[in-house]
């Protein structure tokens, strides 16, 4: 089955860069998606088709998906972007969604 | 604005049924494919189950695969998921979601806690 590497965690200070990876064979032949979770709530799409953001998303948020890699960039870091992320494929060989592991972005 | 809400989570014991439901509004539920998603405590996301717009197609994640059978209802505007032998891992909270274009998901429930436990 198709398996989504994503690192455990991610430490940034405010104002910073934060990139997040998510590593696949061949992901980037595949749309990925990307949500962010913060406790106590449902997950919230931030990234779709590697690099389109809903409309109420702000443009810090990016993507891009490449090769073997699919990164979630986080621009000017914001003490409320501290959470859980993940990214997220259909894989097509199995008819499964599969989502990586998750990161938890922590903001210093 | 779109909603979904879930409900029939409670506490079972292993080897149990549970069903969950899921009312939708806001949107045309007969034209969205819908997904649940689980999440146990303390970890990651995990799907579950993929419905098609019109029923007819359905796919499983392999652990609950031969256990679990989603469906839908259009009159009713209504996602279920059919829990049998249930296990201790099969505890996590469930989240009903919907598919858009390009399989990602934008709208989610609150979700429902399914505790497995004797």
């Known amino acids: 089955s198709y398996v989504l590497t994503q690192p455990p965690s991610v430490s940034v200070a405010p104002g910073k860069t934060a990139r997040i990876t998510c590593g696949g064979n061949n992901i980037g032949g595949k749309p990925v998606h990307w949500y962010q979770q913060k406790p106590g709530q449902a997950p919230v799409l931030v990234i779709y088709?590697?690099?389109d953001r809903p409309s109420e998303i702000p443009e810090r948020f990016s993507g891009s998906n490449s090769e073997n890699t699919a990164t979630l960039t986080v621009s000017r870091v914001e003490a409320g972007d501290e959470a859980d992320y993940y990214c997220q494929v259909w894989d097509s060989s199995s008819d499964h969604v599969v989502f990586g592991g998750g990161t938890k972005l922590t903001v210093l | 604005e779109v909603q979904l809400v879930e409900s029939g989570g409670g506490l079972v014991q292993p080897g149990g049924s549970l069903r969950l439901s899921c009312a939708a509004s806001g949107f045309t539920f007969s034209h969205y494919e819908m997904n649940w998603v689980r999440q146990a405590p303390g970890k990651g996301l995990e799907w579950v189950s993929y419905i098609n717009s019109n029923g007819i197609t359905k796919y499983y994640a392999d652990s609950v695969k031969g256990r679990f059978t989603i469906s839908r209802d259009s009159a009713k505007n209504s996602l279920y998921l059919q829990m049998n032998s249930l296990r201790a891992e099969d505890t996590a909270l469930y989240y009903c979601?919907?598919?858009?274009?390009?399989?990602?998901?934008?709208?989610w429930g609150q979700g429902t806690l399914v505790t497995v436990s004797s």
């Open positions: 088709y590697d690099r």
């Open positions: 979601v919907r598919g858009e274009s390009q399989g990602h998901f934008q709208h």
